[in-house]
């Protein structure tokens, strides 16, 4: 950011440190495909400022501005942890952002992290840590040592944004994630005819040839969720399964007819 430009940012987001004390997480559910049940929950950070809402992507951006980006990271994975984390029922996934490039020593800046699940009483089997901004992490090599701290405290990783963001075809290969999400732009109004499903096809068959799990994200309508799990996807998120909220409250009704019943 140019510093003009990062000064004129500040000022236009002087709300920030305020509204950064005020942290809330809106809970999205992942449905496993094969079953119809709750996977699990991805935590998306959200701030109460003067009574309205404020989103990932403003929060992210005046953090950035302010030179805080990577206290920020670390404020919102504490904070989705002590807040979500008590939500989960038994054997539900707790995804949690986290933007890599604001991890300087692993084993330094995870600590907190840790402190967080102990203060909750949370299982770090039930974390999953979903990588995000991937484009601007070039040192594979440090996300790598990441990955596998994570990893070695018993949590899963995610990668975002396959197929239309920045995540290569290179970045599975090498990272060999738990799991990995495909961009929304593929599955945005996605029909048997349309021309992304034979792409759709090779990167789940990609995926799973690395023992890596897919989810389809963007899932809008019945027919896309039918779809992608005739695609062998492994998971799916979306409005059709259910909005974001502050509790976990399951899948919508109207998508569990999806599911064939015994």
């Known amino acids: ?26 809970l999205q559910p992942v449905a496993e495909l ?7 929950y991805e935590a998306l950070v959200r701030a ?9 992507g403003p929060l ?20 989705a942890i002590r807040q979500a984390a008590p939500l989960l029922k038994d054997g539900e996934i707790l995804f949690i952002n986290f ?8 084993d330094v800046c995870l600590q907190t992290t840790f402190q967080a699940c102990r203060e909750v009483g949370a299982d770090f089997s039930q974390l999953l840590f979903e990588v995000t901004e991937s484009e601007a992490f070039p040192d594979l090599h440090l996300l790598g040592r990441i990955l596998e701290r994570y990893r070695a405290e018993g949590a899963q990783v995610a990668l975002d944004d396959l197929g239309a963001g920045h995540t290569s075809l290179t970045f599975l290969a090498q990272l060999r994630p738990d799991i990995v999400k495909l961009d929304r ?9 349309d021309p992304r499903v034979p ?3 090779a990167l789940i068959q990609y995926a799973h040839d690395l023992g890596i799990r897919v989810v389809a994200e963007g899932v809008e309508t019945a027919s896309e969720l039918t779809l992608v799990r005739e695609l062998g996807a ?29």
């Open 60 to 79: 992210l951006q005046a953090a950035a501005a302010h030179g805080q980006a990577r206290a920020f990271d670390a404020l919102a994975r504490r904070g």
């Open 99 to 106: 933007a890599p490039g604001v991890v300087y020593n692993p």
């Open 185 to 193: 732009a593929l599955i945005r109004d996605l029909h048997g005819a």
């Open 199 to 201: 792409l759709i096809l």
């Open 234 to 262: 492994d998971y799916a998120q979306g409005y059709y399964l259910g909005r974001p909220a502050p509790a976990a409250t399951g899948l919508r009704p109207e998508c569990l007819t999806a599911w064939p019943r015994a």
């Open 34 to 40: 094969h079953t119809g049940r709750v996977y699990g």
């Open 48 to 56: 109460d400022w003067n009574g309205a809402l404020v989103g990932a």
């Open 1 to 26: 950011m140019a510093p003009l430009e990062r000064w004129a940012q500040r000022l236009s987001t002087d709300w920030f440190f305020a509204a950064a004390q005020q942290l809330q997480f809106h």
